[in-house]
């Protein structure tokens, strides 16, 4: 039993540590990139946060799509499907477009009204018409990078459930540098280059996706021995009916749930945004902070995922069943210390931005919270990617957006606008809400009713 432990954990280190480090790069320079507007003033730093909110949106909606059909891309792996393996690839293609092209439609009509709802709170009617200005030009120049985000997450996204996690790491990492180097160039309009501000991080940015796509297309096209599902993978688009309605019907739910948890989150910051106009900049800062001390619990999650869906799509359900509370058990202890690493650098980081003291003290406090509640966080991450792994998108769909619309919602709602209640005591109640989450998630990753195979 032992040698199997060290050898579950073995296996999920392997496939963690590359996304842990992508994932850690990438967080690590958007801070940068927003210690770099921070540096051009406070109405930069809450236009570019509240797009960037808004286009989270749009990441988790497709990430819903590539995880959906990614439950099957990591079952097909297990038993030794290839074709299989392909034929997931070429749905997560299909559908990313499309979901792309409906999302780009959505932001460029509707880009100011979604922006002006986050700037309702008390603030200077100047600040707010120039972080509303920010806001709709990033967002605009942002809408031409989703098409290659959208078609990186389908290649990027396959490879990982087959356990090539190198890869996607590698060209993220560099789409990353490039990001990191045109945002320097561009914001500042340093060597020469035009002093853009905002719209020079957007600009960089669109760039940025289009070198990772590239990358990742030359690396699978000229790999085909390492990554066998490439081999034909653009001969023809055809996907069995059967399949695409299995695709569809696991994939709806996740795809729902990402969108609903996503707009839940967004309006969780817009109920806290009408304290103030302050409350977006320091939220912006804490989360900044935040995504770069997450990123071991979530990688972690994801690779539980994919490490269940191996076992069962190899037959082993009783081994699944042993293994999840071990895996969960590795996620939360790497929380809890993120989780203190980063109640600990909370007076520090807010600092670094050049703003008043009142939103570097706000953030830090807000810092300290999230801190608290990280190993919480990575208890219910790692139980939904569990329940996740055996296609119970349903279930997961109301274990997570559900959760957020029913509990999170209406209690940062009522309190928003119904109390008096100050801003951080209303964050610490809401977070604190996510123990109810942690209770459901347990109980149900115990019930085993989530190891199944569904590539027989």
Wanted: aromatic share 10%.
């Amino acid at each position: 039993m032992q040698t199997e432990t060290k050898k579950l954990f073995k296996t999920i280190t392997t496939i963690a540590v590359p996304m842990m480090i992508q994932n850690g790069v990438s967080n690590a320079v958007s801070l940068l990139d927003n210690l770099m507007i921070g540096r051009v003033g406070t109405n930069e730093v809450s236009g570019v946060a509240i797009s960037n909110q808004l286009i989270f949106v749009f990441y988790l909606v497709i990430f819903g799509a590539t995880t959906g059909v990614g439950i099957f891309t990591a079952q097909f792996h297990g038993k030794g499907d290839t074709e299989g393996v392909r034929i997931s690839f070429r749905f997560k293609l299909i559908a990313n477009f499309i979901l792309t092209l409906l999302c780009i439609g959505v932001f460029f009509l509707f880009s100011e009204q979604l922006i002006s709802l986050f700037l309702k709170g008390e603030g200077e009617i100047d600040d707010i018409e120039k972080t509303l200005a920010v806001g709709m030009t990033y967002m605009k120049i942002s809408l031409i990078g989703l098409v290659p985000l959208g078609f990186a997450n389908a290649y990027s996204g396959t490879l990982r459930d087959i356990g090539k996690t190198s890869i996607p790491m590698a060209s993220s990492i560099a789409a990353i540098f490039v990001n990191l180097i045109g945002n320097a160039l561009l914001i500042f309009g340093l060597c020469g280059c035009p002093r853009l501000g905002a719209a020079g991080a957007a600009v960089a940015t669109v760039i940025s996706r289009f070198v990772e796509l590239l990358i990742l297309v030359i690396y699978t096209g000229t790999h085909p021995g390492k990554i066998p599902f490439i081999r034909g993978a653009f001969r023809n688009f055809r996907i069995p009916g059967k399949l695409a309605l299995s695709f569809t019907v696991r994939s709806l739910p996740l795809l729902f749930n990402e969108a609903l948890w996503a707009t839940g989150i967004t309006f969780l910051n817009q109920s806290y945004s009408l304290r103030s106009l302050s409350a977006v900049t320091a939220i912006s800062i804490e989360s900044t902070i935040y995504n770069v001390f997450m990123v071991a619990f979530v990688a972690m999650g994801e690779a539980v995922g994919i490490v269940i869906g191996h076992i069962l799509g190899g037959g082993e359900p009783d081994r699944a069943k042993r293994a999840a509370p071990k895996l969960i058990g590795l996620t939360v202890f790497c929380g809890l210390v993120s989780g203190i690493l980063l109640a600990l650098i909370s007076p520090y980081f807010p600092r670094f931005y050049n703003t008043t003291d009142d939103i570097k003290h706000l953030a830090t406090m807000i810092i300290m919270i999230y801190g608290l509640v990280m190993p919480i966080y990575a208890f219910t991450h790692a139980s939904y990617f569990v329940i996740r792994a055996g296609g119970n998108t349903f279930i997961t769909f109301l274990f997570d957006s559900c959760f957020v619309w029913l509990i999170s919602v209406p209690a940062a709602y009522c309190l928003s606008r119904f109390t008096q209640v100050p801003l951080l005591p209303m964050i610490a109640i809401v977070q604190s809400l996510e123990i109810i989450k942690a209770i459901i998630g347990g109980i149900m990753v115990r019930s085993g009713i989530w190891a199944k195979n569904i590539v027989k």
